[in-house]
Antibody
Framework: EVQLVESGGGLVQPGGSLRLSCAAS????????MHWVRQAPGKGLVWVSR????????SFADSVKGRFTISRDNAKNTLYLQMNSLRGEDTAVYYC??????????????WGQGTLVTVSS | DIQMTQSPSSLSASVGDRVTITCRAS??????LNWYQQKPGKAPNLLIY???SLQSGVPSRFSGSGSGTDFTLTISNLQPEDFAAYYC?????????FGQGTKVQIK
């Protein structure tokens, strides 16, 4: 059974840092691109970042570029999101998601349960 | 970035109704369009990928259509468990933008 379990969320002051983790199991983690998606309270889904299967290629939303870093440890089957210089607008539930591509079309086939990040003084 | 616009933002419907949600992309995305369902407090769940392919395990009352810039999610014979929020998402280019969501509520 595929499982994605996020952790590391919590309350942090503006300007602070936090590292989220996403522990993967039930599949060959090193074969899949992975993404982070966030959802502010009562709002919609927003794509944040992605990383390729070996960690050599990353992409970020403009809103987090230069502040967030995505990485992975394929030996530990874990995805990370390092969040620095946090702002109030970063307050959200953060989901990790496994990408799957079929016939050229890609989609988020599995999602974690999410971890809440609250940025407030 | 490609903007995804869903309509309506919310709708009220009854069990057994046929419901249609539309999603429009700001530029052509071929058939690189996915639909997700999200219930309160839960992670999103993939319903439809590549505009019209039903994800394994998803009931056949869900269907998707469209290509280019205009897409539709249809729920035929609405069931109590279908009351939720629905999001479209393009996978044509990064960033993989989502629509703002459509909340399906009980009439």
């Amino acid at each position: 059974e595929v499982q994605l379990v996020e952790s590391g969320g919590g309350l942090v002051q503006p300007g602070g840092s936090l590292r989220l983790s996403c522990a993967a199991s039930g599949f060959t983690f090193s074969s899949y691109w992975m993404h982070w998606v966030r959802q502010a309270p009562g709002k919609g889904l927003v794509w944040v970042s992605r990383i390729n299967s070996d960690g050599s290629t990353t992409s970020f939303a403009d809103s987090v570029k230069g502040r967030f870093t995505i990485s992975r440890d394929n030996a530990k089957n874990t995805l990370y999101l390092q969040m620095n210089s946090l702002r109030g607008e970063d307050t959200a539930v953060y989901y990790c998601a496994r990408d799957r591509c079929s016939g050229g079309s890609c989609y988020f086939e599995y999602w974690g349960q999410g971890t809440l990040v609250t940025v407030s003084s | 970035d490609i903007q995804m616009t869903q309509s309506p933002s919310s709708l009220s419907a009854s069990v057994g109704d046929r419901v249609t949600i539309t999603c429009r992309a700001s530029q052509s995305i071929s058939s690189y369009l996915n639909w997700y369902q999200q219930k309160p407090g839960k992670a999103p769940n993939l319903l439809i990928y590549a505009a019209s392919s039903l994800q394994s395990g998803v009931p056949s009352r869900f269907s998707g259509s469209g290509s280019g810039t205009d897409f539709t999610l249809t729920i035929s014979n609405l069931q109590p468990e279908d009351f939720a929020a629905y999001y479209c998402q393009q996978s044509f280019i990064i960033p993989r933008t989502f629509g703002q969501g459509t909340k399906v509520q009980i009439k």
